[in-house]
């Protein structure tokens, strides 16, 4: 059991690297959507850039969020210097504390690709409805935001643990 | 806070004046023209169709043209000219028009012209390249292509493929000698011969060609003019056509160069005949008899006294006001100050005020600029965007048009905002001063400038306490305005079933979360609730809830229906609870901020050693910043427009109404200057 306990430092990187790699993955995939839409727009209308790019990069955050939990994994986990003597429990529990944003980050990210995509076809009809418009995608946002709230609350609260 | 009170108005006029009143009305831009009189034997609306037709010709013809100049000469424009507005044009010169409109007009068309000219002489050329291309090879050939014999000869002119010698070609037409071969060119890909035989063994010889997949050059050679002239003089003949065209296009684009300096013209014509056909609009929804017409539509209250006194002054009329009928879909016209009017957009973008509804800006605005600082909160990053829009704002004080004024002042209360909570919190660039302090000075004493109230990221729940507390006064705001409106429409049944026995619920409902340990210990503060407080929270509580599921469904009139609906609004409360746990995301996006910028000022640090440590420092700090403050002010205010929207105006604004759209210039380049105060027009 104590020789387990050096490979804390490992699940709890992995949660570290995982929360910036799956919502990564799912903003790139999310952002590229938003663009091949907005490209559409542009060859019409030129002059809606600003609003498509707004619209394109709204589903982006979930990877952001995820680099936010990562970094902050890091920080804790001593990683980005100090000390990596991390209990098995105490690893484990960092990657619990990631999952939230790793799997909420994915799928949301997609998700809000989605409705991005139609709100840049709504911007595409009827350019004067963009603050509506912008709303749909934002909507989705809330749960990635929820799950990055947890993440970070219970990546903080697990630094405080003594086990 | 306030709509501008508008009234109908009516203007009865003379047809001879009908031109004069129009362009002075279209300059106050003043009066929304709606056509609310009937039609009838002696008044009657006039079709203006075809004027209108072609001002919409001449419009796209000039806006055409502008884009065809300048792909061949691009206008110098600076980054900052957007924010330099329209210019000015004194009203002579838009009289003194008259004279070079049509030929403005011919220019244009001539622009086009030249375009079309252009295109079709490159297509020339092309052409002519091709066959000169395919004449090449034919160049040592001394007689011309389309030869075909003499009276005893005939004479084969064609391609090969494929390299062939001249023994391989004698060798296989051997037995129908006398004839002559000659090979004219050879490449990798074809052999260009030229064969001459007696007229009786014709077909033989033309047989043995075809096995040999003999081919006539291609026809377009054949049809050409000048075709009976070698293929030598041929090729001189295009390449002096080729240079003949190509000294078209470069006449066509010298010429089109010629009107670069026109350019002011075209684009004043387009405003021209855009304002003209905006008055043609009004024109076609005017009932006219023979001699008088009648103007109807929306002025505000307040605009009323000025338009009247001059256009009486001006002109023989009678002007008449009348308050707006009960069906009238009146238009909406804001009167805020300078604090809250740069958000009406963002209300309208939303839905203007509907009929009897207040405008919810002023109140909007206190929140919208709060939470928009929270969100982003960071010092630095306010300071840059509040110093780039008054920038903005002071260099183009005089000409920046309406629209992006408000958009600058916008950007640039919410950057004082973002100052105001990024010193609360202490964060500059992240934690930029304690980097570079303790990276390049050595210093120890950190933090540097420690935070007025506390560091997010070491008390995040706190943060989150403080974020829902921010919701709960921002929905409880909503709340009221929704009593005031209530008030405003004399509703009093429904303030107190509808506002007040809420306000009791939330608040007791509150009180009673925050008397449970659970709580207190979850969000990490204590707070000293009396006992009595308690119980009279929890009657509290429950009287409301009894008289929300008595009232909330009183539109029922069956009482079982009645009670379930009040049940299921009393349910409503769930979407409180959902509401206010929205605005945890002021401390997520807060902290995302702070600690992205963290990371980048951490990441530079770690290049900081050596000689060249301080300038990659620099780098990195400035595009990472540069960076994250682009993505968290995007974050920052699409999420502070979705609790704008979606929470607070959840709780009493519905909109629906049309914004006041007066008969005015709404040109793209230029504006028209009066150079008195009233008057000039004659």
Redesign the interface.
Known sequence: MEMLNDYGIVLALAGAVLAALIPGIASAKAVSMGGIAGAGVITEDPSQFGKVL?LQ??P??QG??G??IA??TLSQIGV?GGNGDISLVKGALYLAACLPIIIVGYTSAIRQANASVASIGVVAKRP?????A??FP??V??YA??A??IS??AV?GVSGLNI | MALLQMQRIYIYALKKDRKQILELLQRRGVVEVRSMLKEDKVFSKSDVSVAKQNLEKNISITCDSLSILNNYIKEDKSILSALAGRKELPVEEYDSFKEKYKPTVNMAKRIIELSKIIAENKAEVFRLQTQIEILTPWVNLDIPLNFKGTKFTRGFIGTLPKPWTLEEIYEKLAQYMPLDVDIISTTKEQTCIFVLCTNDKKDKVYEVLRGMEFTLPSLSIDQLPTADLSPAEQLELLVQQIDKTKSNIQAAIDEMESYDKNRNELKFLLDYDTMRLEKYEVIGSLIQSKNVFIISGFIAEKDFSAIEEELTSKFDLAVESAEPRKRDDIPVLYKNNGFSEPLEG?V???SPPAKGEMDPTMVMSLFYYALFGLMLSDAGYGFLIAVTCAFGLIKFRKTIEKPMKNTLKMYMFCGIATVFWGIIFSSYFGDIFDVVGKTFFGVTDLPVIPPVWFYPVEK??LM?TFSMAIGIVHLLTGLAMKGYQLAKQKDYKGIIYDVIFWYVLLISGIVLLLSMKMVTDILGITVNISDVAVDVAGILFGASAVAIILTNGRESKQPFKRILKGLYALYGISGYLSDI??Y??L???G??TG??GS?IN?MASMTAGGFFGPIIFTIIVILGHALNLG?NA??AY??T??LQ??EFFGKFYEGGGKVFKPFGINTKYYKIKESTKYGNVK
């Open positions: 707004i990069l709204l982006g955050t952001i969020y680099l936010l970094f902050i980005l004067d409805q963009f603050g509506k912008m709303i934002a909507m946002e809330t935001i929820l990055l709230l970070m609350l903080n | 963002t309208n973008s939303f995040p729940m989150l746990l929205s945890s995301r401390l997520a996006l902290l995302a600690v992205i990371v951490q993505i995007l974050g699409v999420h427009n979705r929207y979606v």
